[in-house]
Each structure stands twice: as structure tokens, then as C-alpha cells.
């Protein structure tokens, strides 16, 4: 064959070959159809568990339990028995150890989250006892007066 | 060539054309790993999720402990779950907002800066959205390296080390689910709580929402209490005419809801 083909050819082989070559140096080993079908499964297969080895921050009630015997049944008696610990004290991820302590929300943003004046019918929201957050004692945190952990009895 | 084309030769030909054309593909039809594994083992998980519109207060504490837990960062306004506000007036007017995703609740009547007299609400309601883990999901059929896939028990993932954020996701899903992710730089969605879910535990939502409006189940096992109000009640989807069949289902869902 007369050099000025062949020449070409080797450059197209050789450019191939690389391009072969480096992609399988970089796909790994369990990449391709794993799920259902090409369309919705074609992937990685390791990074199914890379995801279920994502960090649990909320632990849930119970875990609180386990040293707040006192605060957990307390609020379980209340109206506030249905609204986690960690929704106002935060995720208890690294708790007590790191942090010691956990931050706790007190704004009154927190409580008016629920109890901000919306009589909305046909939602939930307009049976819950509210309050006009511009004219209930705008300035006063809520827990100078009302113990979250008892809503009934004044704090 | 020694046969010339006559009728019976080309008859002939034409026939072990299409056996040879057709076999192979039926063949290999009847091979295909994947769907052979998730037909026979596979089968029995699939996440779904209610939620009960009627039930949400807009306290807007799913979207603050999804955005912790699955570290999303607070304060930008990208969130992987959502709660909308409805108010609907006298006029036939629609007024709908999310501030922050909801994030910090809802605690003014002010819709977009307009004050609406209660007089003038005819009805209001919040719903809460997330991803709707389709079953055939617009969102992985674009994705043009392999990046997002489905899970054998129907939960759409991003593998953050594959993604190369080119975007087509995020403008392919219907529903407005996906994100980039400010700090990792791909895209970013509701993974159910993968984590949580395939340790036993229920997604940070649902544990976080008071009034049980959020529910999850496995829509595969009839016992399920989700899976049984899901069966008996009546209940709908979003977008239900895109054919991406969604797996979050709601309760109580006004014509309104896009």
C-alpha cells in the first residue's frame, strides 16, 4: 500500500487505540447496566452504597429519650407531644460529644412557624391557636411567657 | 455469481433475512440481565410517598430538616423539598409563594407583597413537594453519562463523582426538583433519604413534619399502612399527563396544584 495511506492509518489506529485504552483506565470496573434497563440503569454501581453511607443527623426522639427522661415525658404529655425534639434543638448528629451542647432555636420565628395568625379554611393551619405576631408583644420572646415543653402552663 | 436474482431466490433470501434479522433480537431480549434480576429478586421494594395536603400547617420544618440533613446549604435559596402556599380569592385569583422553599414557615398573611383581606379567601391550603422518584424518569433517560440512574426499589440518585453538570436534568425534570449544587457542582435532588430509608429509619421529613402530613412506604407490600391508604383512597399525582408515572401521591390535591 503507498505510504501517504498508510501513514494516516497508523495515526487513526494508534489515536483509537488511545482513547480505548484510556477509557478503560477510568470507567470503573462496575459501571454499566445495573437497574432495570440501559435508559434508567446504566451507572455506577458502587455509588449506591457511597449514598447509603451518607451521615444520619436526625436521630429521632427516642435517642433524646435516652438521657432526657424528664424533658421527653413531659413534652409527651403536652399539645407539643407531636413535634420532635430536634425540630427546635437541632440534629442531634455527634451529640453529646461533639457538640456538647446543641443550638437551640428560640426566636420567636420558631413558634410562628405554627402559630402566626393564618385562618386559612380547608387547611389544618386555621385551628391551631394563633396569634397576631405584630401585636402579641412583638418584642418579647415567646418562652418568657409560654414553656414550649408545656404549652397549657404558663412558663 | 453463479445464481442469477429469480423469484424463488430473492423469496428465499428475503425470508432467512428477517429469521436472522429477528432471532438475535429476541434473543437477546430474553437475556438481558437487568431486567431478569429486577423481575425475579428485586421486585418487592419500591418507595413511595403520600402526602395529605389537608393536613400540612406550612410550618416549613420538612424543608429545614431536609436542608440539614442531607447538607444542603442553608441559606441559598436551593432546597431538594419544598411547601407551596395556595390562596385562592373571591376574584378567582390564585396567589401562590415560597419564600426560602418555606423553609422558615409561613408566618405572615403578605403573599408576594400584597396584603389579601381574610374576608376576600375563599380557600387556602400548603403542599409540600419533593422529588416524585418517577418511574420512568425524565430526568436519567438525558443524562448523557450515565450520572443518574434509578435504584431497583424506584429512588433516582446522582452519583456526584460521575456528574458533569452539564444541566440537561435539571431542564428535562417536570416538576422543578433539580438543582445544582452550589458547593459539589453537579446536580443535586431529593434522594428520598436514601441513607435513612435502607437503614429502617423514615426520610428526615417525614420525621420531621408534626401533623403527619408527609408520609413513606413500600408501595410493593399491600400491608403497608401508605400503601393501603394509597390503594383505598382517592388520590392523585402532579403532571400526571407527562407519563413519568410519580410515586409521591397526595390527598385532598386542588386542581390549582401544578
Request: aromatic share 8%.
Amino acid at each position: 500500500m503507498k505510504n501517504h495511506i498508510l501513514r494516516p492509518l497508523w495515526v487513526a489506529i494508534l489515536l483509537v487505540s488511545a482513547i480505548l485504552i484510556a477509557r478503560g483506565l477510568y470507567v470503573p470496573d462496575d459501571f454499566g447496566v445495573n437497574g432495570r434497563n440501559f435508559t434508567y440503569g446504566f451507572h455506577r454501581k458502587g455509588n449506591i452504597e457511597d449514598w447509603k453511607a451518607f451521615p444520619v443527623k436526625y436521630r429521632g426522639r427516642d435517642y433524646c429519650k435516652e438521657c432526657h427522661e424528664d424533658n421527653y415525658s413531659s413534652v409527651s404529655d403536652s399539645a407539643h407531644a407531636v413535634i420532635q425534639c430536634e425540630n427546635c434543638h437541632g440534629p442531634a448528629l455527634g451529640h453529646p460529644d461533639n457538640p456538647e451542647a446543641l443550638e437551640i432555636d428560640r426566636s420567636r420565628g420558631l413558634c410562628l412557624r405554627c402559630h402566626a395568625d393564618l385562618p386559612y379554611p380547608g387547611s389544618q393551619r386555621g385551628d391551631l391557636p394563633a396569634i397576631n405576631p405584630d401585636e402579641h408583644n412583638p418584642d418579647t420572646p415567646c418562652a418568657d411567657c409560654h414553656n414550649p415543653h408545656n404549652p397549657e402552663q404558663e412558663g | 455469481m453463479s445464481k442469477k436474482c429469480s423469484r424463488r431466490n430473492f423469496i428465499k433470501k428475503s425470508i432467512a433475512g428477517a429469521v436472522a434479522a429477528g432471532l438475535p433480537l429476541s434473543a437477546f431480549k430474553l437475556l438481558a440481565p437487568g431486567e431478569a434480576r429486577a423481575a425475579l429478586k428485586e421486585s418487592n421494594l419500591r418507595w413511595a410517598f403520600l402526602v395529605d395536603t389537608r393536613k400540612c400547617v406550612g410550618c416549613g420544618f420538612c424543608v429545614k430538616a431536609c436542608k440539614k440533613e442531607n447538607e444542603v446549604p442553608y441559606d441559598v435559596p436551593v432546597t431538594r423539598t419544598w411547601v407551596e402556599r395556595y390562596v385562592v380569592t373571591r376574584d378567582g385569583r390564585t396567589h401562590i409563594d415560597s419564600p426560602m422553599g418555606g423553609r422558615d414557615g409561613f408566618t405572615y398573611k403578605r403573599i408576594r407583597e400584597e396584603e389579601i383581606p381574610d374576608s376576600e379567601i375563599t380557600k387556602a391550603f400548603f403542599v409540600p413537594k419533593l422529588c416524585n422518584q418517577c418511574q420512568n424518569p425524565a430526568c436519567v433517560q438525558v443524562c448523557p453519562v450515565g450520572a443518574t440512574y434509578q435504584t431497583t426499589d424506584g429512588v433516582v440518585l446522582v452519583d456526584r463523582t460521575w456528574c458533569i453538570g452539564c444541566g440537561y436534568c435539571i431542564m428535562a425534570c417536570p416538576y422543578g426538583v433539580r438543582f445544582f449544587h452550589p458547593v459539589h457542582k453537579v446536580a443535586e435532588k431529593c434522594t428520598f433519604c436514601y441513607h435513612r430509608i435502607t437503614k429502617g429509619l423514615k426520610t428526615a421529613c417525614v420525621d420531621a413534619c408534626p401533623f403527619g402530613a408527609r408520609r413513606i412506604g413500600n408501595i410493593k407490600d399491600e400491608n403497608d399502612p401508605v400503601t393501603k391508604t394509597i390503594l383505598t383512597e382517592r388520590v392523585a399525582v402532579l403532571k400526571d399527563e407527562y407519563g413519568t408515572k410519580p410515586h409521591v401521591f397526595y390527598l385532598g390535591l386542588d386542581e390549582r396544584v401544578r
